[in-house]
């Protein structure tokens, strides 16, 4: 009996103190605490500094963002230190800058509107792909950033806290091209279940006349989008009916046969994944569009969060005239499903393709998902065999280059797709239409001399 009895003092001890410190603990983090401790408790630990993300230097994304916002580590990787996003750097931002909300990419990482700073896209929404943070959060950032963006102090209003309302994004329509000008595009707001991956085709009509040529393209998207794609076909029998949704996945989350099957049918034409995107091809070349031309409108939204998500997509097409039109545009799509990615390892795979006749190369990017981490794309053959014409680090945001002087290939040269996974899953990763899946393609634009 004395033996359980002490063994029940032990464990009253224990339980007391163990008590005492959680409460000491939630004094520490109170309306009173330093602005920057509410920060990093409330927001940057729970949403940020997770597996996978901005937890430490050995998660699968850290090669893209170099950072890291683990508490001890956080201020220290933001304040006035400059970004990776390359969009931003040029912009002239930091992480954080003292008294600059608008120069610091925390704050439109985490706010997405892009009418605050000019449309212009400086990467995915965070969290990406979980709940945003409310319009509380947003705000208590914000006034931190521009009382200074100290690491100690009280000198924001911590009940912003607590304010729940959602930060839902206003989505600003593209202005639609003037008559003559171009066309648009749009699909409107629609539904992405919490803990879904919604991806849908709309088959829908140009509205062209007659034959058109694209020289510019304009997208902007709400946030969560992992891609969107312009597709025509292959075959113009037997296409999809118009205005339709066609959804990839079924509510359980399996495939529907009938629009998996079409897509074998899709040629791609104009796309990209960065939410907000504006790209022009050189001088006197163009994409040919033929008259009265319909497009598969093919929209991919990933939701982790525990709410529904809202999706919506515009995309302008812009022309110029036929005697501007040097050299009609071909697309270049080349896809590696050949995958094999072993779990918990860095793996370089390649891929040769070759053209069938001479070319000038005059767009590359590329297209991977999450593990991929770096993607080189290198001359086959040739003079420059083995050369790397291209390299990007950012599967989100993958480099858009335009070559000047262009690419010369002869018959028989191609382009080797050269990339690097870092599988930090504990399963082998095949190729998939899945965010959990991976991909390896080259795009971009040529044409045959």
């Avoid at 009173?32 to 994304?61: M, P, R, V, W, Y």
């Avoid at 990839?248 to 629009?259: A, F, P």
């Avoid at 812009?318 to 390892?345: C, H, M, R, W």
């Amino acid at each position: 009996m004395k033996y359980t009895l002490l063994s029940t003092l032990s464990a009253a001890v224990v339980l007391t103190a163990t008590l005492m410190n959680s409460c000491t603990q939630k004094e520490q983090i109170s309306a009173n605490s330093a602005s920057f401790d509410l920060i990093q408790a409330k927001i940057l630990t729970k949403s940020c500094a997770i597996t996978g993300c901005h937890a430490s230097e050995t998660d699968g994304t850290y090669a893209q963002h170099k950072l890291v916002l683990a508490k001890g580590q956080a201020y220290k990787n933001l304040f006035g230190i400059d970004p990776t996003n390359i969009g931003a750097k040029q912009d002239g931002l930091k992480r954080v800058k003292a008294f600059k909300s608008l120069e610091s990419l925390l704050y439109h990482k985490l706010f997405y509107d892009t009418n605050h700073h000019n449309g212009k896209s400086y990467g995915a929404i965070m969290p990406l792909g979980g709940d945003l943070l409310s319009v509380g959060q947003i705000e208590f950032v914000r006034r931190w950033i521009e009382a200074g963006a100290p690491e100690t102090g009280s000198v924001a209003d911590a009940s912003l806290l607590d304010d729940t309302t959602p930060s839902t994004a206003t989505f600003t329509s593209l202005p639609v091209p003037a008559a003559g000008t171009g066309y648009q595009m749009t699909l409107d707001k629609f539904e992405v279940a919490p803990d879904f991956e919604r991806e849908f085709f709309v088959r829908k009509p140009l509205g062209n006349t007659e034959t058109v040529y694209v020289n510019r393209v304009q997208i902007s998207m709400r946030p969560g989008s992992h891609h969107f794609i312009l597709y025509g076909f292959r075959n113009n029998v037997n296409l999809a009916p118009l205005n339709q949704v066609r959804d990839l996945r079924n509510s359980d989350g399996s495939y529907n046969i009938v629009t998996f099957a079409q897509m074998g049918n899709h040629v791609f034409n104009f796309g990209g994944s960065e939410a907000n995107s504006d790209y022009t091809f050189p001088e006197g070349t163009a994409v040919e569009v033929p008259a009265n031309a319909t497009f598969d409108m093919n929209s991919h939204y990933y939701n982790k969060g525990t709410k529904a998500l809202s999706g919506e997509v515009n995309i302008n097409l812009f022309t110029t005239k036929k005697e501007n039109v040097k050299n009609v545009l071909k697309v270049i799509d080349f896809g590696n499903q050949n995958l094999s990615i072993p779990p918990k390892a860095r793996t370089v795979l390649t891929k040769d393709f070759t053209f069938d006749k001479n070319v000038k190369i005059v767009m590359l990017f590329s297209h991977t998902h999450k593990f991929g981490e770096k993607f080189e794309i290198l001359i086959k053959g040739g003079v420059r065999n083995g050369e790397v014409v291209y390299t990007s680090t950012n599967w989100e945001h993958p480099e858009k280059i335009n070559y000047s002087p262009y690419i010369s290939l002869k018959k028989g040269e191609g382009l080797t797709s050269r990339i690097t996974y870092n599988n930090t899953s504990d399963k082998t990763v095949k190729f998939g239409l899945t965010t959990e899946d991976e991909m390896g393609i080259i795009f971009g634009y040529y044409y045959e001399e």
